[in-house]
């Protein structure tokens, strides 16, 4: 799923060639897509965008008389941006919405279908979709440790709960854990104050970096490989492999539809956390230690 980076990287993109533009068509191949009747989509054709905004994972295109067009990627939503008379890329296209200079192109990969679009009328509208979570990079240190530590649950939960903190989903989630040098099971009240301090220090600067990296390619052309498994990464994605900072090989939990990745080593004192259906395989012959992996 686009988490916060990579949906800046959408609306900087965006902004330099929609914001000012009129919405000449709306094309909704997949009527499903859309989740609102009141105001109907057609309003928003002729309007002029006059902004962008990121609310939490989701997109906002403002047009003018306050009138919001919310895009939800989910997992499998993406944007791509086309010339006038390009080719839309098959059965993945969603919906399309024309400009005098282009084509945004809302698609969606798998069967299943989570992406959505809201038309929504005013501020207040606006208001209903925002899940509340404060923006991480504008919290003091106060502000953090207050909503880190708000209710006792383990950090991978309290860092991607999109109530608690904008825009963070699974893969930044862990990559901050990792720069911070923290269990993904910890739990938000046992924390130090200097282990909070260190983990607002790296949530702001893992975010920070891959805003720049990402904004940075999105100037060399239109965003076209938002994905959560960059190479890059530390630990996201890398199960198995070296960790670069102290090159034991990557652990994972696997639950449900996600994963949580990080170093043994580096996060857990050398303990392995125990994945639910390998150590229910395992049992006995489960490792505990990242040495009894070597």
Request: net charge positive; glycine share 8%.
């Amino acid at each position: 799923m686009p988490e916060l980076p990579d949906i800046l990287a959408y609306t900087d993109a965006l902004a330099t060639r929609i914001v000012g533009e009129p919405l000449t068509g709306i094309r909704l191949v997949n009527p499903f897509l859309l989740r609102t009747f009141e105001p109907p989509l057609d309003a928003a054709i002729g309007r002029n965008v006059v902004g962008l905004r990121r609310l939490g994972k989701r997109i906002v295109i403002e047009l003018d008389n306050e009138l919001f067009l919310v895009i939800h990627l989910m997992i499998a939503g993406r944007l791509r941006w086309l010339p006038t008379t390009g080719k839309l890329p098959g059965r993945i296209t969603q919906a399309v919405f024309e400009f005098p200079d282009g084509l945004l192109v809302f698609t969606e990969a798998g069967t299943r279908r989570r992406a959505s679009l809201h038309v929504v009328q005013g501020e207040a509208g606006l208001a209903e979709h925002d899940p509340g979570g404060i923006d991480v990079l504008q919290a003091p240190l106060d502000v953090f440790a207050r909503e880190l530590t708000k209710e006792n649950h383990t950090l991978k939960r309290v860092l991607t709960d999109p109530r608690v903190f904008s825009g963070i989903g699974n893969a930044y989630s862990d990559e901050i854990l990792h720069r911070a040098k923290l269990s993904p099971i910890a739990h938000s009240q046992k924390l130090s104050k200097d282990e909070i301090a260190r983990l607002h220090a790296a949530t702001k600067d893992v975010l920070n970096e891959w805003i720049a990296k990402l904004q940075a390619e999105a100037r060399a052309g239109f965003p076209e490989n938002v994905t959560a498994f960059r190479p890059e990464f530390a630990v996201h994605g890398k199960f198995k492999q070296p960790c670069p900072v102290c090159g034991a090989p990557v652990q994972r939990i696997v639950y449900a539809e996600n994963e949580t990745n990080y170093c043994a080593r580096c996060q857990t004192n050398g303990v392995v956390l125990a994945d639910r259906s390998l150590s229910r395989l395992l049992k006995k012959s489960w490792p505990r230690s990242i040495d009894e992996l070597g």
